[in-house]
């Protein structure tokens, strides 16, 4: 079956503007989770969505947000950006029974702020 | 508090085994994960073991866990020049709804 999509996979962005992000999960997941990669700070969470309902987050400002919709695809939207949020976005999927579980990760969308 | 730590760096010789270590310092960890990332490319998984298991075998890869000492290693058997990748242990917590938290990433170098 497919893996996790993400679109797009490279954007480029000026200081300022606002930015969506897409992930579409494997079919039949209903957990989907968002962290950014950046040299500096490595792998943090951002949030966690499960049936539309945002179950988790990370210590992110309130420029970043998120949303799912009933298929379970999800987007992020990073609003007023700045350049350190240049970055690899990663979404991954879980079939969440409860527990954590398997969590399979899409190639990301690489964002780039000038 | 939540933290996983790895040492940053490992080369190996192809042919021989490789081990990965890391800490984590949350006692609540319910999975623990290994995941391979290569240059442009998002996280793979590898695999992963719940938290009451010692040891995991999946072909080459053996993952050990030391709950008291909260450690965990990944040894990769018969190391090719392929495994060369980035290397990231993570731990998913007691009631985290799948919120993983990730080690620095080990960089892994197989030479000839």
Known sequence: ?114 | GEDVEQSLFLSVREGDSSVINCTYTDSSSTYLYWYKQEPGAGLQLLTYIFSNMDMKQDQRLTVLLNKKDKHLSLRIADTQTGDSAIYFCAEGLSGGYNKLIFGAGTRLAVHP
């Not at chain 1, 993400?6 to 897409?22: A, D, E, W």
């Not at chain 1, 957990?31 to 988790?56: A, C, D, I, K, M």
């Not at chain 1, 309130?62 to 240049?86: I, W």
């Open chain 1, 1 to 114: 079956k497919a893996g996790v999509t993400q679109t797009p996979r490279y954007l480029i962005k000026t200081r300022g503007q606002q930015v969506t992000l897409s992930c579409s999960p494997i079919s039949g997941h209903r957990s989907v989770s968002w962290y950014q990669q950046t040299p500096g700070q490595g792998l943090q969470f951002l949030f966690e969505y499960f049936s539309e309902t945002q179950r988790n987050k990370g210590n992110f400002p309130g420029r970043f947000s998120g949303r799912q919709f009933s298929n379970s695809r999800s987007e992020m939207n990073v609003s007023t950006l700045e350049l350190g949020d240049s970055a690899l976005y990663l979404c991954a999927s879980s079939n969440d029974g409860g527990l954590n579980t398997e969590a399979f990760f899409g190639q990301g969308t690489r964002l780039t702020v000038v």
